[in-house]
């Protein structure tokens, strides 16, 4: 063999050497991904996942309490029984905020089981209201204390997961609106046969029992919740190391500590209230559907008790879609597209119910709807949790978006008024032009943040900006030259 074959040949062997060792370590690193996010999985999704469920239940089972005689005993006419859901989203909405900053101060292990107690016991009270006075004061409190737990359980959750995991991830408790539903109908069914025992009605014993749960849920979850990445147990050192390593790339060394500037970088931030908006539009027939559909259901002429029962099936259609979702919109690295798909389902459904005369055919417009309705919310949360930076910034947008957005249940709750009975055309049709809207702000929201990505690229070029200077932007967050928007 000649010298220069020796030297091709040595060559291709220190290459082989090198490539080796490089799939070596990628496939190290994958199966690290692996096995520290099915750790996170086991241990934060069951419970975010149960949370928000018992959140949901107690939120909307004034829907199941409304057929189930609640209206007829305590003497409720006219839009009545509108403003009691509608009282519930103004403490809700107006205390979202100053709630996800009381969980980065007091611990999520401390503060979610703290308003969840105090909730429950709210909902326990509701079981023993005798006139409207008494629910116009109870659904405030109940508003009060649950303004905290779904922005703070997204905050939460996006800060353990890295961006191209966190879609899924929310997925899973989100969907838990839908299964709230879906149990709400069936636990409402069985829960009024109790009616008499104990002199309560029927829809008395629904807020009882589920107030009662809720506590028991909410107490145990203090022990079995953990706080944040840095101060984490369950993982090994080296996952732990992992863990902490890839969410500060993930985030290019944005900063997490609570200033004041942070603050009001998120509220400065036009991006805070497109999503905010979007949201808004997507709330409306969300929060309309949740607590309305049993009477939708009745209005398209089947009986209570059915209506109860066929509540289930919507709901649990919706939970599948918006998994469904979570997984897709994770692989593809986008969210406005399934935003945008989302709102156009809905947007059939609600043709349907607004067009047909036929029940059997409303109903299957009940079903197309709750295909869009919660994958719509689930990934604009996703996206609005993916694109701010720093953790201080992430809270505090998602606060604005439940804010501002779930101020949308307060309209939502006046659409579907008993003089509309039983077509409820006006608020069919509210919810086709919220669709529309959502739809169109999902376009916009991505050729935004398209221009936006170009504008970084082009800086970064020109100016030979490169990874290794991450740490000088990291106060900047998102508005760092490095970081990337997911469109």
């Known amino acids: 063999m000649s010298g220069i074959e020796e030297k091709a040949s040595s060559d291709l062997k220190i290459q082989s050497a090198e490539t080796s060792e490089l799939i070596y370590e990628v496939e190290s690193d994958a199966q690290m991904r692996r096995r520290v996010l099915r750790k996170l999985d086991m241990r934060l999704l069951p419970v975010a996942t149960v949370l928000y469920l018992l959140a ?4 909307t089972n004034v829907g199941n309490a409304k057929i189930a005689g609640l209206t007829t005993d305590l003497g409720l006419t006219g839009v009545q029984f509108n403003l009691i859901s509608a009282l519930f989203y103004i ?4 205390l979202e905020v100053p709630a996800n900053m009381g969980l980065k101060y007091f611990r999520p292990s401390k503060w979610i089981p703290f308003i969840m107690t105090c909730w429950g016991i709210v909902s326990i009270c509701t079981a023993f209201v005798k006139n409207f006075a008494g629910l116009f004061i109870i659904r405030l409190f109940l508003g009060a204390f649950e303004s905290g737990l779904w922005p703070g359980l997204s905050f939460w959750l996006a800060l353990w997961y890295p961006r191209d995991a966190q879609a899924q991830r929310l997925a899973i408790y989100v969907a838990a609106s839908n299964l709230s539903g879906a149990f709400g109908g069936l636990l409402a069914y069985a829960i009024e046969k109790m009616n008499g025992i104990g002199g309560l009605d029927g829809w008395s014993w629904i807020f009882l029992l589920e107030g009662i749960v809720t506590v028991i849920i909410a107490l145990s979850s203090a022990f079995v919740m ?4 840095d101060t984490v147990t369950f993982l090994s050192p080296n996952e732990k190391t992992w863990l902490t ?3 500060k790339k993930d985030t290019v060394s944005s900063s997490k500590e609570l200033k004041h500037k942070f603050l009001l970088q998120a509220l400065r931030d036009p991006h805070a209230y497109l999503f905010a908006s979007l949201n808004f539009f997507i709330v409306v027939p969300l929060a309309s559907f949740a607590v309305f559909l049993p009477t939708i259901i009745v209005g398209l002429g089947y009986s209570s008790v059915d209506a109860q029962l066929l509540s289930v099936p919507p709901n649990i259609i919706g939970s599948l879609c918006t998994v469904i979702a979570g997984i897709v919109s994770d692989k593809a690295g986008v969210r406005g597209p399934f935003i945008l798909a989302s709102a156009l389902l809905s947007l059939t459904g609600y043709v349907i119910l607004l067009a047909t005369e036929t029940p059997i055919v409303g109903y299957v417009g009940t079903l197309i709807a709750s295909c869009g309705l919660t994958p719509a919310s689930l990934c604009t949360l996703a996206w609005t949790a993916g694109n701010a930076g720093g953790d201080v910034k992430r809270g505090i947008m998602i606060a604005i978006m439940g804010t501002i957005g779930n101020s949308g249940s307060i309209v939502a709750s006046f659409i579907y008024r008993s003089e509309d009975s039983p077509r409820y055309r006006p608020g069919h049709a509210t919810n086709i032009a919220c669709t529309c809207v959502a739809a169109t702000l999902s376009i916009v929201g991505m050729l935004e943040y398209a221009r936006l990505n170009k504008k970084k690229r082009d ?6 900006i490169g990874l290794d ?11 760092s030259p490095l970081y990337r928007y997911t469109l």
Do not use: S, W
């Open 56 to 59: 949901y239940l107690d939120r």
């Open 91 to 94: 403490p809700y909405c107006t």
């Open 226 to 229: 953990p706080d944040f990445p």
């Open 245 to 247: 390593e890839t969410l």
């Open 459 to 464: 800086q970064c070029e020109k100016e030979g």
């Open 469 to 479: 200077r991450a740490d000088e932007f990291g106060e900047l967050g998102d508005g």
